[in-house]
């Protein structure tokens, strides 16, 4: 593989996003292609997991409420669904060298988070309006993921990858599965 022979497909945070663990990641696709390195890139968006416990819950709501509008999506995936789609690419390397991916399971709206939180009872102690937090108040790369997620955001296309991988989970698959306590 030559350099600039990678193949993007749905690709939100390839360079100049401004957010720096997203950067050096770019960094270092941009050096595999430069060697000419034969690889599969997977970029998986926004863990579901980040909304797995209470705590997290208000905190990751609240920044989402705070700087992403009200009616803009952000993508997730399933940890699980990663690790799904990285064993397929070992499996039949042929079908995924060559290709940077970003992978997304779902998109949904902070407030559809939100509700689907509460009809799983999950979110019964959740306020129905969040403090605001203040962008000063954050670590610079908190601040600027944030700040991308609610300008651009990632880009996945669900559909084709859904076709791909039908396993794939929503957040309400994700909310819907056993727990270990």
Known sequence: MKEGKLKFVGCGAEGKTGVPHFESKWKVEEHIGRIGLPATIVRPVFYIENLSSCFIHVLQLALMSSYIP????????ALD??????ARAFADPKAFIGKAEEIAGDELTTVEIIDELRRRGLGAGLPFSFPQIFFGALPHDIRKMFGWFGSHGYEADIRTLKRRQPSLMTFRDWLARPRVA
């Open 81 to 86: 669904d990663v690790g799904t789609w990285v």
């Open 70 to 77: 009200s009616g803009k999506t952000l993508q997730m995936i």
